[in-house]
């Protein structure tokens, strides 16, 4: 089986929606909202623009005729509900052009979306730059996946140059830059880092939802390497980390995102938005298109309520929303000497 097939038959196999650390973060409720419904807008800021909601469609798949049906699927629905949307890495592709158009279809189906090609960070500027005109991304992508790797049967053992390439794509991309983990969070050390070269837009993607240690172990003969399957920090964890960089960047969040619930803590935790990768490709695999749509439709809808109860108009206001934290993400902020009063009385 194609390798991109086995990581989406086998992302679909282990999502099963469970107890992660946005359980851990409760909001405080106040009385008196002293807003109306309709006075609440869902646009967010990224990239220097405005963007009527602040969740997408996060990095999945291409690179086979399956993949390229689901990226066909999820351009839709990005379409239809009017969301960015981020393709899978595109080194397939960069690597058999037969393999473009699994990957293309994203702007045939959506000409006018904002759309984000994928790559992964190992990749030299000249495939950077490829990987941008395959189909006139909006943005480019950069996932950092060293765990994955190392797994990963036939994966890349050599990562003392990927900070240097980073720095020489931010410098080169004529569009602008975000550069993601697959699931295994950030530290406030990685974010430093990454600031330091340049690169302005960082989504912490924690654990919490797929493993993509799991998805490979699962590809090994002995699968000797389970004891990593959950490896990593939580996504809630990593945007508490993010919050104490001092540098200017913008903060997006994904992993574990199951429900309008979960999006609208990540925003309070800081997040311009909120990438979603796991439960849309679940939900469309299952339900299909338009049951899909239905779905993101009436998560925009709770929002707007959940933006109410809490008395915010405006989506970065969230920040202003007290939040108490408990079990693991409190122990970890403890010995990390992360302040959680600063949270609990906004």
């Known amino acids: 089986m194609n390798r991109k097939d086995e990581h989406v038959s ?8 469970r107890l992660n650390d946005f359980d851990a973060v409760q909001i405080i409720h106040q009385s008196f909202p002293e807003i109306d419904s309709a006075q609440v807008t869902l646009e967010t800021e990224l990239f220097g623009r405005s ?6 469609i996060n990095a999945m798949t291409g690179g086979s005729e399956k993949s390229k049906k689901i990226n066909q699927d999820l351009a839709e629905v990005a379409k239809a509900c009017d969301l960015m949307m981020a393709t899978g890495s595109v080194s397939a592709a960069l690597k058999d052009p037969a393999l473009s158009d699994t990957f293309q279809v994203v702007r045939q189906v959506n000409p006018e979306g904002f759309l984000l090609a994928n790559v992964g960070a190992g990749s030299s500027v000249e495939n950077a730059l490829r990987a941008i005109d395959l189909f006139e991304a909006d943005a480019l992508q950069i996932h950092l996946n ?5 797994v990963m049967p036939e994966g890349d053992r050599e990562f003392s140059n ?8 931010v410098k080169a ?5 975000v550069v993601k983990e697959v699931g295994f969070g950030m530290t406030r050390e990685t974010i430093q880092q990454l600031v330091s070269v340049g690169v302005q837009t960082i989504d912490v993607a924690g654990s919490g939802g797929t493993s993509f240690t799991q998805i490979e172990n699962a590809r090994r003969k002995k699968r000797e390497m389970a004891y990593l399957n959950h490896f990593g920090q939580s996504t809630v964890i990593s945007l508490l980390e993010a919050n104490e960089v001092q540098h200017a960047f913008t903060t997006i969040a ?3 995102i199951r429900d309008a619930f979960d999006i609208f803590k990540a925003l309070c935790l ?3 938005s909120v990438g979603i990768s796991a439960t849309i490709l679940t939900m469309l695999l299952d339900k299909g298109p338009a049951e899909t749509i239905a779905t993101i439709q009436s998560w925009k809808e709770q929002l707007q309520l959940l ?5 915010q108009t405006r989506t970065q206001d969230l920040t202003n929303v007290p939040l108490i934290f408990s079990g693991s993400v409190k122990d970890w902020c403890h010995a990390r000497h992360i302040s959680l009063s600063d949270y609990s009385f906004r």
């Open 307 to 311: 933006y109410t109860m809490v008395g």
């Open 10 to 17: 086998l992302a679909k196999a282990f999502h099963k929606p």
């Open 270 to 272: 800081g997040a311009k």
């Open 173 to 177: 991309a004529p569009v602008p830059v």
């Open 162 to 169: 990927w900070l240097r390439l980073l720095e020489q794509i």
């Open 51 to 56: 963007f009527a909601t602040p969740f997408f």
């Open 254 to 256: 994904s992993g574990g």
């Open 146 to 150: 060293a765990p994955q790797e190392l």
